[in-house]
């Protein structure tokens, strides 16, 4: 249970933004947030403002295998890679069957960041004046750190914010009681801009990198990245209605500062990179090792419940492991034999009738152990043919014992730069230079990868199309499907229909493929590529503006 000294924060964090009355609560404003010491007692001790600091990582830094640490929700869940066999709130339906709504967004997350941007807000304030031990060189090495640091959070909370609902107010310190709390939302251009300066702050505070403790920590190559992915999204569709192209070399320009420091490089495994903590790939990730992954994602015959399903349109956009997709005459595709000589990433990403796991082999035909639609099509089995196996650690059990593996967010990884730049270069270009293509086949040689290149020659139509492709491929399950059809603008061309694999064997154990429409989609509003602004929200700050379509 929540201690009492601990909820007034809370409650003054309510007030603090919006018409709630704290006035009896002034007292505990002196209060820290981390506990019963008061803020002055806290930021006189440096051990105690570490403490501090890293407090704030856990209130506002959400591990989005479930969408905001939401069992039963998955992003992925809601658009054309993947399934929500589940149902119940919260879960992937509400963004597409029409029940999304100011007072009904299971993912909202306007209170929880503006709590931790309040939290950052006060270290901020604070810094300045930490008095360090006298001749402690560790300390005068670290206290500029801890506030790059804290600007970097700054950043991603906003970043975070900016992704969901587009404008939003913005607060660069703690408020009081006493201050205006009726805040209007500032313009979305003016919040990228504020997130790309404190991007900047932080790059010039943080370290290229870390010794083996303080693993986990942003660095330089993370505030360059989380500027590069922030003026993607302000360059797209979604917030440049008018494709200005400097928005576009901006993001490109961003996601090269960081290729060219030359920190970070592509990981040997595809597969296993989600399960170290000394990848070469991974620019920011989460200390938490996700326990509980394998029991929320594994198919039934390994004691999972399978929360998230791949979907035939993910599984059909793999191309063969000649570069040629399956739709292209003379590609080697068998419809009979469809998951023969595929992109290495598909096995690798897949669960599919036949494949092995761990010495098991996996049975999603009708009547399979891990059958499509198993024992009434309870939430556990398949919907679609197919379960998740990206992300999870095969060395994991959960049957006959209990060894959960290796499961560390990733918030960001070195592939996603290259991406990004491919992208950005692209849109600000007349026609496709060779570093696009660069860009795009370094991802496509990855050891244990190697697919062959992309053809040269393409326009710059056709290179859009090539790296949204690519873009989806790559980061396939790893929760940026969901925002990329939003900043595209295609989530009502994409999530019309939602189709799986039916496979039936017969006496003579040969196996029938035939696709089906699990359901529909038609729920879907354009106006829904922005999150709506909180009812509750709405009601307590009568500056606030609803987001267009709610």
């Known amino acids: ?75 992925d869940g809601a658009t054309d890679d993947g399934y929500g066999a589940y149902k119940y709130w919260p879960c992937p339906k509400f963004f597409y069957d029409g029940s999304l709504s100011p007072s009904n967004n299971p993912m909202d997350k306007w209170a929880d960041l503006y709590f931790s941007i309040r939290k950052t807000n006060i270290f901020l304030e604070k810094i300045d004046a930490l008095p360090l031990e006298p001749n402690n060189a560790e300390q005068a090495q670290e206290k500029p750190w801890m506030k790059g640091e804290a600007f970097f959070l700054r950043a991603w909370f906003y970043a975070e914010l900016y992704k969901r609902y587009g404008a939003v107010p913005l607060i660069d310190k703690p408020l009081q009681i006493t201050d205006n709390l009726n805040t ?48 993607l999204y302000a360059a797209s569709p979604w917030q440049n209605t008018s494709n200005d192209k400097t928005r ?113 082999t996996i049975e999603t035909f009708v009547g399979g152990l891990d059958g499509l639609n198993k024992n009434g099509g309870s939430g556990e ?14 060395t994991g059990s959960l049957t006959p014992e ?34 696009i293509y660069d860009a795009i086949n370094r991802i496509r040689d990855r050891q244990g990868v190697k697919m062959p290149p992309i053809p040269q020659g393409l326009s710059k139509t056709e290179m859009r199309e090539c790296i949204r492709h690519e873009r989806r491929i790559e980061l396939a399950f790893e929760n940026q499907r969901f925002w990329d059809i939003r900043r595209w603008g295609i989530t009502t061309t994409v999530l019309q229909e939602a189709w799986g694999m039916r496979i039936t064997k017969d006496a003579n154990e040969n196996f029938t493929y035939n696709k089906f429409i699990i359901e529909s989609r038609t729920g879907l509003k354009k106006a829904w590529d922005r999150y709506p602004i909180p009812q509750s929200e709405l009601n307590r700050n009568s500056a606030l503006i609803q987001n267009t379509g709610y």
């Open 184 to 231: 209007p939302r500032t313009s979305a251009d003016s919040v990228v801009d504020f997130i790309t300066q404190y991007c900047d702050s932080a790059i010039a505070l943080l370290p290229l990198k870390y010794s083996l403790k303080d693993l986990g920590r942003p660095t330089r190559g993370a505030a360059r990245m989380l500027k590069a992915r922030t003026l």
């Open 402 to 435: 209990w060894r959960p593996g290796s499961h560390y967010y990733i918030f960001m990884r070195f592939a996603e730069a290259l991406l990004i730049y491919a992208e950005a270069q692209n849109e600000a270009s007349d026609n496709p230079d060779q570093s």
């Open 381 to 394: 089995y398949t919907h679609t043919g197919y379960y998740l196996g990206k992300t999870l650690d095969e």
């Open 248 to 360: 576009w070399q901006k993001a490109a320009d961003a996601a090269k500062a960081l290729i060219d420091e030359k920190m970070y490089e592509l990981d040997a495994s595809y597969k296993g990179l989600f399960h170290t903590r000394n990848s070469p790939e991974i620019i920011f990730q989460s200390n938490v090792n996700d326990q509980n992954h394998l029991h929320d994602y594994l198919m039934p015959s390994q004691a999972g419940f399978s929360i998230l399903q791949p979907l035939q349109g993910i599984v059909d956009a793999y191309e063969m492991n000649n570069g040629m997709s399956i739709n292209t005459p003379g590609s080697g595709y068998d419809p009979q034999d469809p998951y023969k000589n595929r992109d290495p990433r598909f096995a690798m990403s897949i669960i599919y009738n036949g494949r092995k796991w761990r010495g098991f």
């Open 1 to 75: 249970m929540m201690k009492l000294k601990n909820i007034f924060p809370v409650i003054c964090l309510l007030g603090m933004l919006f018409n709630t009355a704290c006035n009896k609560l002034d007292s505990y404003l002196d209060k820290a947030e981390s506990g019963g010491m008061s803020e002055d007692e806290v930021f006189k001790n440096f051990r105690q403002t570490k403490a501090y600091l890293a407090n704030i990582y856990g209130t506002g830094l959400f591990i989005d295998w479930y969408g905001g640490n939401q069992w039963g929700f998955s992003f």
